[in-house]
């Protein structure tokens, strides 16, 4: 409400997300009119929710990007494509955020209640949700930053609250500026949101992130899925997946699991046999299969099962899929300090030299160089933004010793980070 009655104030307060705008002098009757328009255009939004069917194409973008460990095998501009033929487009320079709404005692979500996140979300930011394991799962994107970040996840707590008559928990992960950390950003949003003592909204850096209180988690089931599928013992892999399963309640777990074997398929087998095993098991659609929660985890398990059999007859494969599976280390994990040859290839069960070999002819490079190359390719990124310290940015990049990265650094760019950051400033 307000006295004044210039236009550009009005049109201030609509910029703001304001639903009505009433000019004083009131009366009773009137505010009573409008808070009764309000309240019928709540309503209306509650029953708006689009069928799942509009949005699944989107939704299944987006939980490949954050579910799929072997979408790191495409470049941004594939997975910005990727989202924008589904309908989510943005253009760079660009931020995300991954955001994950759980609801307290709901055991089942309907996937089109993904569309409450969308509603109340889209307003002010580019964005796409998904329903899995009892949470929604949203990615949001923004060409001019996230200051009403706040104010739109406010607006989604209380209508989520009111939506379902329960409480929840949002749980939001770090800015991010690429696809690429769709991984762990979707990881950061879960745990925030998991990990939190009370009900609210509560960012990742808020709560610790991988808390001694916590059960094995669902990424932690997921990464122990590889060396089961590349056992070769069918018996392995199916006893692993019921072990898995049955530990965890979750419908997240299972996803996770199908898909990073739907990738690994994709990968080795190419896209047209993958997507007939995919048709073949009836889980093109996962997330809009219809399957209970028992039925999901057996289909599965058979689709697990039928795909390392298929990886099984193409030794090829199994070694380029060996070498994507050392890339994605190096994508995900080269801010750790104590990453190497012989540690990764222990993990991989192969020998040093038969992993950089393999490297070399299949990825172009041997692994050390490409740890390097990925290492300085963060570093630079880092030193331009100028937000950290150059220490800071030695920790982040996987080195201890600040002085052997700034010559690392120099004689990789040929010139120190120092000197980049002032040329930065200067330009």
Known sequence: MSGYDDFEYARSAIDSQVISYLLKPISMAELTQALKDIHKRMEERFHSFAPASETRDLSLAIATLMM????????????????????MVF??????????????KASIIPQNAAQLADNVLRRSFICGSFVAGGRILTLLASEDGFSRLGDALDELYYMAKRYFGDECTIGVSRVFDRLQYCGIAYREAVDAARLAEDPGIHHVGAVQAMSERQMISESDIASRFDTALFSG?????????REAFLSSSSELAVLQIFMVCQGVLRASLGDIEAKEMLRSFGLQDPLGSGLDLDSLKSRVIEFCVAGQAALANSSQAGIEVLVNRALNIIENRYMEDDLSLGSVSEELHVSPNYLSANMKKYAGDTFVNLLINRRMEAAKSLVQRGQLKIGEIAEACGYTDQHYFSFCFKKYYGVSPVKMRHAEVEA
């Not at 013992?233 to 997946?241: I, N, R």
């Open 91 to 104: 253009s760079s320079p660009y931020e995300l955020v991954t955001v994950s709404l759980n609801i307290h």
């Open 68 to 87: 799929d460990r072997y979408s790191s095998n495409l470049s941004e501009e594939e997975r910005v494509d990727l989202l924008r033929n589904c309908g």
């Open 233 to 241: 013992d069918p018996d392995k892999l199916e006893g692993f997946l």
